[in-house]
């Protein structure tokens, strides 16, 4: 069965679905041409099968898609950013040291 994210505005958050089932989300909320980032949790059923991995890539997709960049103060997601340094442009210069990220990209 195909798992997809899914963007649900009116409750502020991306799910990630297999068929009907929600297997995680990610909470968010945009303002200012900013994604902020507060959550993320995982079905523990289906733990350790990289379904936030690919919950937080699809998060990540729409923030670039749309033009804005993310306050990332979901933990996963912050690490998610350090393991893959080419998303470091999603987090705004001045917004970095405030993560931990101002060496992600070296």
């Known amino acids: 069965m195909e798992t ?4 649900v505005p009116e409750r502020g958050r991306f799910e990630i679905r297999q ?18 980032l507060p959550h993320t949790e995982v079905d523990p059923s289906v733990g ?5 991995t690919t919950l937080i890539a699809g998060v990540l997709d729409a923030a ?10 979901c933990s996963f997601v912050r690490h998610y950013i350090q393991q893959h340094p080419e998303l470091i442009d999603l987090v705004a210069v001045e917004d970095r040291p405030h ?7 070296r």
Not at 4 to 7: H, K, M, P
Request: hydrophobic residues 35%.
């Open 99 to 105: 993560f931990g990220l101002e060496t992600a990209d």
């Open 19 to 36: 068929g009907d089932r929600v297997l995680g989300l990610a909470s968010y909320h945009v303002d200012n041409g900013q994604m902020t």
């Open 64 to 73: 670039r898609d749309r033009g804005l960049t993310v306050l990332p103060y």
């Open 4 to 7: 997809t994210v899914v963007d």
């Open 48 to 52: 350790g099968q990289g379904i936030g």
